[in-house]
């Protein structure tokens, strides 16, 4: 369906609500903002241009509707996606759970995620033991027996749910978190895994072992920033002779993997750089990493170890797999902190907030150099 429409008004907020209680899965609805200098629509679920309307964000966020790039009427708001820590946290509370059980029923509730199921998705688990639970940026690898990798990945909004109700006793009543249960994971012992995504950005994907080196969704990822591999020099040598910003850098996943933007303006903010600084000055003339490169490196690992160990951060929507909230988030810096008084000792300075690369950055222009 195609609304041509003048500007996105009351009309049609009144017909895109209408679609929002009555969500077609199959409809592609794009609205055309004609203004003065509009028609270059954002693809859906791109964070650069989202709508202040809620009705119309929700739309744009599920991926069924694009929106005008030049709706400057509205500022872009940040994707509440899970981060590594919250990912990372995850993993840790599957891990007792999966790790030696076998997997005795899959129940696939839609065609697809962010992309279709594997034809032979439900085979492959069923009935195979998983050996390990890791992950890779913010992809869960689930080892299995077989030979076979589940990768999955919690898109913007996918959250595990672990329930001890038996096995055939599992009772779904419809209501509307229920609706968005996608994957339901009976494991030996009564255990069941339930994926929930109401945006459905999250992704499952069964891979060889032996395949992983070649797998396009792993490919090109730079070192975990927890890793052995991640450290002064690996960060300099990946940002020597970069003319993007060091913000744009540390999203880089060829830089480091799975920083995501909160935890980026966090390690920046504690490493007193600022984010607009170019990412090519944390290697001296010989590819050498600078102080500079010491000092971030340092902090991308604090700030990342320290949002694990309180539970990840859950800013709205992502949720530990017990349905236990973390509250990092009421430990962030800069992180939505405008206008508040920067935390760095001896700096008078105040929180700003600006829009870099179509992501929002918080920083002390005071004490970030
Ligand atoms: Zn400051």
């Known amino acids: 369906m195609i609304f041509p429409t003048s500007m996105f008004g ?27 200098n509009t028609l270059l629509v954002q693809p859906p679920g791109s964070p650069a241009a989202q709508c202040r309307n809620p009705t119309i964000s929700a739309l744009h966020q599920s991926g069924r509707l694009a929106i005008s790039r030049n709706c400057r009427h509205l500022p872009p708001q940040e994707p ?3 981060e590594l820590p919250e990912v990372e946290t995850v993993r840790r509370g599957l891990q007792p759970v999966m790790e030696g059980a076998r997997i005795t029923g899959v129940e696939l509730r839609r065609a697809d995620l962010r992309f279709p199921f594997q034809p032979d998705f439900a085979a492959r688990l069923t009935g195979h033991r998983a050996v390990s639970l890791s992950r890779r940026a913010k992809f869960l690898m689930a080892d299995l027996a077989s030979g076979d990798v589940l990768m999955m990945h919690l898109g913007m909004s996918g959250s595990f749910r672990i329930d001890d109700a038996p096995v055939g006793a599992f009772h779904h009543p419809r209501n509307v978190e229920r609706v968005n ?3 339901v994971l009976r494991l030996g012992g009564g255990k069941i895994i339930t994926y929930n995504d109401p945006r459905r950005f999250g992704s499952m994907k069964i891979v060889a072992r032996t395949a992983l080196d070649d797998e396009p969704l792993l490919k090109g990822l730079g070192p975990e920033p927890l890793g052995n591999a991640f450290d002064a020099a690996t960060l300099a040598r990946a940002c020597a002779g970069k003319t993007a910003s060091l913000k744009a850098a540390l999203l880089d996943q060829h830089v480091v993997a799975g920083l995501g933007n909160i935890y980026a303006a966090e390690a920046l903010h504690r490493a007193r750089l600022s984010p607009k600084r170019r990412a090519s000055t944390l290697a001296n003339r010989s590819g050498a990493p600078t102080d500079r490169a010491g000092e971030l490196a340092a902090a991308i690992r604090a700030v990342l170890t320290e949002a694990i160990a309180v539970g990840g951060a859950t800013l709205h929507n992502c949720r ?3 349905g236990k909230l973390g509250y990092f988030q009421h430990s962030f810096e800069v992180y939505n902190h405008e206008g508040q008084p920067c935390t760095t000792p001896g700096c008078d300075g105040v929180v700003h907030r600006f829009v870099q690369n179509g992501r929002t950055t918080f920083w002390c222009p005071k004490c970030q150099r």
């Open 10 to 36: 009351i009309t049609n907020a009144v017909l895109l609500s209408r679609l929002v209680k009555q969500p077609r899965e199959d409809a592609i609805v794009i609205v055309l903002a004609v203004s003065f």
């Open 80 to 82: 509440n996606m899970p």
């Open 181 to 183: 249960d996608h994957v």
């Open 320 to 322: 530990h797999p017990d």
